[in-house]
């Protein structure tokens, strides 16, 4: 038996941090994860005798766990997120930034005392499998067994992985404290330099496991400009033929803007006798470098789905709703009486009664003091559950290789303006499409509902250095690419002047995908606009769906007038980067300008 008292390590840095952070936080004591079933148990009963977490229906929903946090602790709050570059022009204009000075002293005094009374766990993970080549480890201290118990099925962790690091490999230090869940006291602080992130104050997915945003996108983005090779907040997929053959896509939307639906996506009804065959390799996160044989290949860095609740149902995502019957942990979802759980736009209709997201008892149309819906579950409550138990999932997630990458989508949520779906004419026309990129607001972050901004390549909250420089590095990865894959925009969020969606989504966007690759491997012919290449109506198989014509036309239209505003305001956005800003992205801005007024 190995002693419960001795670090399982012989890493000499990783010890004297982790007893430095200790002597900070002063933790009642310390466990190092070794990732076993038997410790997950304990972790489970410890967590559910003090009510952090609430043991579901074991016969319904086996190893499933409920969780909430706290009422202003539901999304990542992106205004304390910061950027701790020891320049305030590496964090450039889209971060918000403090001095690594000033941020270590701020957070010391949040985490000073702050796990007393309470056990400090140690969780060594790894980003990719255990050992891979594109893998990267971090390390991170919490005093939440709800965080322990996510960064379980989010990444792998535990004793392998500090088995991995032998005596002197490299990891991020990842420091966490719940501490008293004040937003008043909350930061998420990233040191890129010093290859370490401190959160502090929130319980919250996105600011507390660190494994993800922080480090799988924030650091490694940075890492990535140093390294070559490129973090994106894009999902990846595999679309397969009748024939065998297998073609990947990445795309990039912002937070809940359907990543999840689309990896997961079912064909439809009236493209079923095609035989295509979708294969789910990530949801959220693409690390992706150019081979040898000179493509972009990409792997999933996280080993689980932290995926939106509210609007997955049998219909929308069935592959979600089949990966979240075991072994998921629900968070600010309804609380049934049965101890199930329920979310808006769900499989079954309201319960008479429950516990709602905040804890209180909770009944269908009940309202608040304005008079507004009350819902049951948060917009932006969450499951947890492991990549594994997906049936569409890609035997290539664990293969270190990943998939090569066939075309790159950029997508928005915009009820105007962007079409369904549009090529850019080269890899430069197609950074700056990603690059003026722009979404309206979900409830995945603290703010305005709906108000438009933009965020380039969905990186804007996630990008850790200035992001000129970052438009750079995509500029530069596409020029030493032998073969550069096709980059598209699409749009499933459109709307007619009823408010409702012109296109019907979900399954339906395969058809869309089949158009990016018949163009990607130079099948059809296309309509060249101001904007890009449009599809031509014959190339889009509609077999068994339900549009107008009318509708067709209103969702692929690029409207000029509404470009030419479109441009002003990307002007204005552009200009923020000041001289940061690639040439060649004024250039492409110039020349689609011009052709909006040709
Ligand atoms: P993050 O996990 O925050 O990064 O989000 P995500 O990009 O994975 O988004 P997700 O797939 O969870 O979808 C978010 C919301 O968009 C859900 O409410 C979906 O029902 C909705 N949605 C997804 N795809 C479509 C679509 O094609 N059409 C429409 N109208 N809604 C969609
Ligand atoms: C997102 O907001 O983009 C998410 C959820 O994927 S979180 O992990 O909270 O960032
Ligand atoms: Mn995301």
């Not at 004297?16 to 997950?40: F, H, N, Q, Y």
């Not at 596409?478 to 408010?499: C, T």
Request: hydrophobic fraction near 40%; aromatic fraction near 10%; include cysteine.
């Amino acid at each position: 038996m190995p002693d419960k008292n001795q670090p399982p390590t012989k890493h000499a840095r990783l010890k004297t941090w982790v007893s430095e952070m200790a002597s900070l936080c002063r933790p009642d004591r310390i466990v190092w994860i070794d990732g076993s079933e038997e410790e997950k148990r304990r972790l489970e009963d410890e967590a559910v005798a003090t009510g952090e977490i609430i043991r579901l229906n074991q016969e319904k929903l086996p190893g499933c766990l409920y969780h909430r946090t706290a009422a202003n602790d539901v999304a990542r709050t992106e205004h304390l997120t910061f950027i701790c570059t020891k320049k305030k022009e590496d964090a450039g204009p889209t971060n918000n930034w403090m001095s690594p000075r000033d941020a270590y002293r701020k957070a010391s005094d949040y985490f000073r005392g702050a796990m007393k009374g309470r056990t400090m766990y140690v969780v060594p993970f790894s980003m990719g499998p255990v050992g891979s080549p594109f893998s990267k480890i971090g390390v991170e201290l919490t005093d939440s067994i709800y965080v322990v118990l996510n960064m379980r099925i989010m990444t792998r962790i535990g004793q392998k992985v500090l088995d991995f690091l032998g005596a002197d490999g490299e990891f991020t230090k990842c420091l966490h404290s719940k501490a008293d869940l004040d937003i008043g006291k909350r930061l998420i602080l990233h040191f890129p330099e010093d290859n370490a992130i401190w959160s502090v104050g929130s319980g919250y997915g996105g600011n507390v496991l660190l494994g993800k945003k922080c480090l799988s996108l924030r650091i490694a983005s940075y890492m990535g400009l140093r390294e070559g090779w490129m973090a994106e907040h894009m999902l990846i997929m595999g679309i397969e033929e009748p024939n065998g053959h297998v073609e990947y896509i990445a795309a990039a939307f912002p937070s809940a803007c359907g990543k999840t639906n689309l990896a997961m996506l079912i064909p439809p009804e009236g493209l079923k006798s095609k035989g295509y065959k979708i294969w789910t390799v990530g949801d959220d996160i693409a690390w992706m470098r150019i081979d040898s044989d000179g493509a972009l290949w990409a792997v999933n860095p996280e080993a689980g789905f932290f995926g939106v609740a509210p609007g997955t149902n049998s219909k929308s995502n069935p592959n979600a709703m089949a990966t979240i019957r075991k072994n998921t942990i629900f968070t600010n979802v309804l609380l049934k009486k049965d101890f199930t759980v329920w979310w808006e736009d769900g499989n079954e209709p309201p319960p008479p009664e429950g516990m709602d997201w905040r804890g209180q008892p909770w009944r269908p149309g009940m309202k608040d003091e304005h008079g507004k819906i009350i819902k049951g579950a948060h917009p932006n409550s969450r499951f947890t559950a492991p990549a594994s138990q997906c049936p569409s999932i890609s035997f290539r997630l664990e293969h270190h290789h990943g998939v090569p990458i066939s075309a790159i989508v950029f997508g928005g949520r915009r009820a105007h303006l962007a079409p369904l779906v549009y090529e850019a004419f080269s890899w430069q026309h197609g950074v700056y499409v990603g690059s003026t990129m722009a979404s309206e607001r979900t409830a995945a972050q603290m703010g305005t509902v709906g108000e438009v901004r933009r965020d380039p390549m969905a990186m804007l909250p996630f990008c850790g250095y200035h992001m000129g420089d970052y438009f750079k590095h995509w500029l530069a990865m596409g020029k030493k690419m032998e073969k550069q894959p096709k980059i598209f925009h699409v749009n499933w969020f459109r709307l007619d002047e009823h408010g409702k969606f012109l296109w019907p989504g979900y399954s339906e966007n395969l058809r869309i995908l089949e158009w990016i690759l018949d163009r990607c491997n130079n099948r059809v012919e296309a309509v060249k606009t101001p904007a890009g290449y449009v599809p031509r109506l014959q190339d889009l198989d509609l077999t068994g769906l339900n549009i107008s014509r009318d509708a067709l036309q209103k969702v692929l239209e690029i409207d000029r007038f509404e470009w030419l505003q479109e441009m002003e305001s990307q002007r204005e956005f552009l200009k923020t980067f000041g001289d940061r800003l690639p040439r060649e992205l004024w250039a492409e801005w110039e020349a689609q300008n011009k052709r909006l007024q040709e």
